[in-house]
């Protein structure tokens, strides 16, 4: 199993940014999708997720309103659009694989597979 994740780099505050996660050696249509980030010093902290039919996407506080995620079965990729960026969205962005695609999981404890991250820069 691999996830690949990408569209990371650097973007000026109030730019965008779309993050993929394209999966490998699963069956991607059932699982829940998840992003997750880790700042330099910092947790890692849940950031969206979204189940294996694409329904009623979870997001942190911290970014609802401003991050969309989405999926394509057909394409077995993830996405993370990221709108509005902030210099403390700045992190390393992880996605993940939980098998249990009816689950909303926030703590990462759950998910199965990890991508290798991406690193997203925000400059004030």
């Known amino acids: 199993v691999q996830l690949q994740a990408s569209g990371g780099g650097l973007v000026q505050a109030g730019g965008s940014l779309r993050l993929s996660c394209t999966a490998s050696g699963l069956t991607f249509s059932s699982y829940t999708m998840g992003w997750f980030r880790q700042a330099p010093g910092k947790a890692r902290e849940f950031v969206s997720s979204?189940?294996?039919?694409?329904?009623?996407?979870l997001y942190a506080d911290s970014v609802k309103g401003r991050f969309i995620i989405s999926r394509d079965n057909a394409k077995n990729t993830a996405y993370l659009q990221m709108n509005s960026l902030r210099p403390e969205d700045t992190a390393v962005y992880y996605c993940a694989a939980d098998h249990f695609g009816q689950r909303y999981e926030t703590t990462g404890v759950e998910y199965d597979f990890w991508g290798q991250g991406t690193l997203v820069t925000v400059s004030s």
């Open positions: 979204i189940l294996w039919n694409g329904n009623r996407p």
